[in-house]
């Protein structure tokens, strides 16, 4: 693997990035239009109709091009892990960025149904384009809005998307980190998980979720069953991160 792949502080991208990171908390993009070149790149240079293809340029890009913010390779695969382990028929994620994390859940759950809510419109739009270039834009669907919306989006899952008691056996938490547990709960009140449902949770250490692993650890054994899988964070091999994977107990 080349040096640039291993140390970030070697790529321009990942520089810029420090100074997008308030831009990501406002618009949901670093603000250089990276995430429409990623776009255009996936469009351009993946095959169309193949989903392997989509997310290994996807992957190319953040290596070589400008670095992106999704759950990347080495992380997606504790993800796939864990998608195959839920056998989901609906899963959902929390932040949908260009639509790789939701692409990579479609592609190790060939029969689900997957729903990503994103807060950002015009990431949804990005997304919904690479869907439809993988050829999964049947069954995967993004809805704007965030979980901590007054009701709006919790309600326009259960009406439009008929979201009700036991429906999601697939949860990826990937959007505010302050916003995991608040939200996971949320999702409990409304009684969308069920025994076994499976909540995978991205960037538990960095930029970090200490509410989210507290309730998981203190919860251990009682309603939730958690493995803490050790990783890197997206896209290099120098800052370690943390994968929470949690079954739900009832
Ligand atoms: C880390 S990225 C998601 C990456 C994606 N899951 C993947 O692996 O490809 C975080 C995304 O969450 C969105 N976001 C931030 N706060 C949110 C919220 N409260 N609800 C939904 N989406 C949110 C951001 O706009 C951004 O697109």
Known sequence: MDLKRRIPLLRWSVWRMATGARNISRTGQIGDG??????DYVLNHARAGDIDDVLA???????EKSMLINVGDE????LDAAVRRADPSVALELGTYVGYGALRIARAAPGAKVYSVELAEANAVNARRIWAHAGVADRVTCVVGTIG?????LDALANEHGFGSGTIDLLFLDHD??????DLKS???????????IAVAD???VPGAPQYRGYMREQQGKTWNTTEHKTHLEYQSMVSDLVLESEYLG
């Open 34 to 39: 990276r995430e429409a070149a990623a776009v």
């Open 149 to 153: 919306d007054g009701g709006r989006t």
């Open 57 to 63: 340029t996807i992957d190319r890009f953040a290596y």
């Open 177 to 182: 980190k302050d916003a995991y547990l608040d």
């Open 187 to 197: 999702i409990l009140d409304r009684g969308w998980l069920h025994p076994g449902s």
């Open 75 to 78: 992380k997606g695969q504790l």
């Open 203 to 205: 960037n538990v250490r």
